[in-house]
């Protein structure tokens, strides 16, 4: 149900949530440092979720978590739309996706900046391991992961679509390791393994608002028009 509505917050300081995964894990998580959603669905509109952190021993979703962690498919759609997703960590001997985790339900996220984001173990900015996701128009620069995968990691259940990212984060020019359905037209740093994504300088004006440069070769390259589940 989106019409659960949380739009222009600005939504700081947060640690999380205790949660005890389902079967087959049965583990302690301390997830969602800022947004944390378990059951049913929302729109997550024009907020500025920073300086938030999940820290525990296993931690997920620094900035925003979509998980039900009993693994019972209590979340629906989720859409993350026009936010600014910034400094947040996810902190611990395992710590995945500094900016958003995505593991339930489906979850579009769309029109983002994720940036200066970290992970202890993987993704940066966003951990996709489960779940279905559109991940579309968003620009994920400059996050870190401590063990790689700088930008974006999907698992083998989660097979999103990557349409018309900006993904240039410093590091092992690993930007995105894992399944996908679709990746087109993405503009990755360190190379691509699909014929329609690039890897040129995206030449921003600034590191805060990441506007695009009118020598940018981003201007005008996304494509028109598109068909995802809204």
Known sequence: D???VLMGFTITSGAGNFKLSGFPEFLYWRVGGGIDISAGGARILRNKVVSNAASSVRSA?????VWDATNSGQVGIVIVESNVIADND???GVGYGGGIGLAAGYTIVRNNIITRNYASSRAGGIDAAAGSSAIVNNTIVNNKARG???GVFTGASSVPRLLNNILWNPG???EFVGA????????MRGGSFVASNTSVEPSFTDTTTYALSAASPGISAGEDSMVIRS
């Open 2 to 4: 989106t019409t659960t």
């Open 148 to 150: 790689g995968i700088q």
């Open 180 to 187: 996908v359905d679709v990746a087109h037209n993405n503009l």
């Open 90 to 92: 996810a902190l611990g």
């Open 172 to 174: 092992d020019n690993i």
């Open 61 to 65: 979703s620094g900035g925003i978590n």
